[in-house]
């Protein structure tokens, strides 16, 4: 059996791993851990996979099988949840100062989240990040897929530099 002490070592654990795209979040700081239970001996991971043009889910669970196993629990399940499904807005605001700090423009709203107060002057389609350097508002798209599918490439018109931007979905 798991201990109530066993799972939640688990639990602190399993949200330590770091993503494989976004090694500066954990699966906690980027919100696809949806859950760390017990079933008998075994310790059940649940995680919602994320763009779903990121190949990382088997290395996100072959990560947590082994980062479990090295905290002692060698009977590890990785279970997927589907829906609902993950958006961006499930990043973490802890997560999302890591991105700043790390010069990566966080997501803005998902698409389809409900309209909330967001500023006239950026429009609903296209909102451009702002820079995590100097913090302008005035940058450029300069490709679309940066590295992964997950990240576009922008660059700030202030001060000159390029930046890795998180895509809202
Ligand atoms: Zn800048």
Redesign the pocket.
């Known amino acids: 059996m798991v201990t109530g002490r066993q799972l939640r070592a688990a639990r602190e654990a399993a949200a330590a791993v770091p993503d494989p795209e976004l090694p500066m979040l954990t699966l906690a700081d980027l919100g696809i851990l949806r859950g760390v239970a017990a079933e008998g001996d075994a310790v059940v991971v649940t995680i919602t996979p994320t763009y779903s043009g990121c190949p990382a889910m088997r290395e996100i669970a072959h990560d947590l099988r082994a980062r479990l196993g090295r905290a002692g629990f060698a009977d590890v399940t990785v279970r997927t949840a589907l829906a609902p499904p993950w958006t961006s807005d499930w990043i973490t605001a802890e997560g999302r100062r890591k991105l700043r700090e790390a010069g990566v423009a966080p997501p803005g709203p998902a698409p389809g989240a409900p309209a909330g107060p967001v500023p006239l002057t950026l429009g609903p389609a296209r909102r451009r990040p702002v820079?995590?350097?100097?913090?302008?508002a005035?940058?450029t798209q300069t490709a679309a897929f940066s590295g992964t599918a997950c990240k576009a490439l922008y660059r700030?018109?202030?001060?000159?530099?390029p930046?890795e931007h998180v895509k809202a979905v």
């Open positions: 820079c995590p350097r100097c913090g302008s005035d940058t700030c018109e202030a001060c000159r530099e930046f």
